[in-house]
């Protein structure tokens, strides 16, 4: 059995957590700045590193102080190296680097990505290669065959805004405060989700990817307008994104060129309720198992990233300590560009 002391700060969350191969979550320790960002309506990034720098050391000692371990009892560190608010990153992995070498450890540099894309496997361990992933966060709404550690086909990507990037500058037009996507999810709750109309950007089109700028340009012309309720308008935007990820992802299995164990769905829009309900009718449709990781294990947390560093280093992957970290980073790196995408292609 090996333990993978894990490190996360590629967003608002500062996490630690200490994993065993045999999926047996030691200790998990997490703190949130969402007081902090609040204020703003989204995440600044100088005040995020700055709370990751503060809050670090502490949560690591926390963590193996739960766990009942000492550093020396840690087979690997493993830290998110990329994608995500370079300043926070930067913050976690040299923390790592500098565990690492104290300790005579092993790094193992992770792909924030790679953390969702693995994380059922974590608590699924019937999760067997290769399975459909739906990855649908903050910043990155993608489709990929996951076909073993490391080996990751990008089959559809957003052209624009990501799902989670719609949810929160949904709740910041509608003044629904920050976290955004449960705050809309929240609202939409009490709203109907048919009392606005809203487009379902590239529904029904022969190319693969996802669209959500449209949509979130219609909320906020719904807001303006001053005719409906701000939970409607809440609820029929959640409508709308349940709309486009069904039918993306039916396209995407119904032109598949491997046989998948299961649809899986991770990432920070996964604890969505309506949505994974959704999901996991469109899966039973298909005849496919749907695996989600629990709730806590979809939003950015530890306990992921020392999961895939458990998975990498049990295949040989570990990192040379000068490894830099990285504020884009693809899981997919052959993937041709898509038209819009940019950086998030």
């Known amino acids: 059995m090996t333990i993978i002391l894990g490190i996360e700060s590629s967003c608002d969350e500062t996490a630690v957590a200490l994993v065993t191969s045999e999926r047996e979550i030691l200790s998990h320790k997490l703190a949130t700045q969402e007081d902090a960002h609040r204020p703003y309506g989204g995440v600044v990034p100088e005040i995020a590193a700055r709370a990751h720098a503060e809050k670090i050391a502490p949560l690591v000692e926390a ?50 990505l790679e953390g969702h894309a693995l994380s059922a496997r974590l608590t699924d361990p019937d999760l067997q290669f290769p399975y459909l992933l739906l990855l649908v966060s903050g910043g990155h709404c993608q489709l990929l065959a996951v076909e073993g550690v490391g080996r990751y086909r990008r089959l559809a990507t957003t052209i624009d805004d990501a799902a989670g990037e719609a949810f929160d500058k949904t709740a910041k037009l509608l003044g629904l405060g920050f976290p955004g996507g449960p705050a809309v999810e929240a609202a939409a709750r009490e709203g109907d989700p048919t009392a606005v109309p809203l487009p379902r950007p590239l529904l029904g089109s022969p190319e693969p990817h996802f669209s959500f700028a449209g949509l979130k340009s219609a909320v906020m012309r719904a807001a303006q307008s001053g005719d409906y309720q701000t939970n409607d308008i809440a609820a029929s935007f959640q409508q709308a994104v349940v709309d486009c990820l069904v039918d993306r992802t039916d396209k995407a299995l119904k032109g598949l060129d491997f046989a998948p164990s299961a649809l899986v ?20 449709d298909h005849g496919l198992a749907f695996v989600a990781p629990p709730l806590w294990l979809c939003t950015d947390n530890g306990a992921m990233i020392a999961w895939a560093g458990g998975e990498r280093f049990a295949a040989g992957l570990t990192d040379p300590l000068d490894i830099a970290a990285r504020p884009r980073w693809p899981l997919d790196t052959a993937a041709d560009s898509v038209r819009g995408a940019g950086v998030k292609a």
């Open 63 to 112: 963590a193996l102080a739960d766990a009942g371990l000492a550093l020396a009892e840690v087979d690997a560190i493993a830290a998110t190296a990329g994608p995500g608010l370079i300043g926070g990153v930067m913050v976690g992995l040299v923390t790592g680097k500098a565990l690492a070498h104290g300790a005579g450890k092993p790094l193992v540099a992770v792909n924030h």
């Open 265 to 284: 769905m991770a990432g920070g829009v996964a604890a969505n309720a309506i949505i994974r309900t959704a999901l996991q009718r469109l899966s039973a």
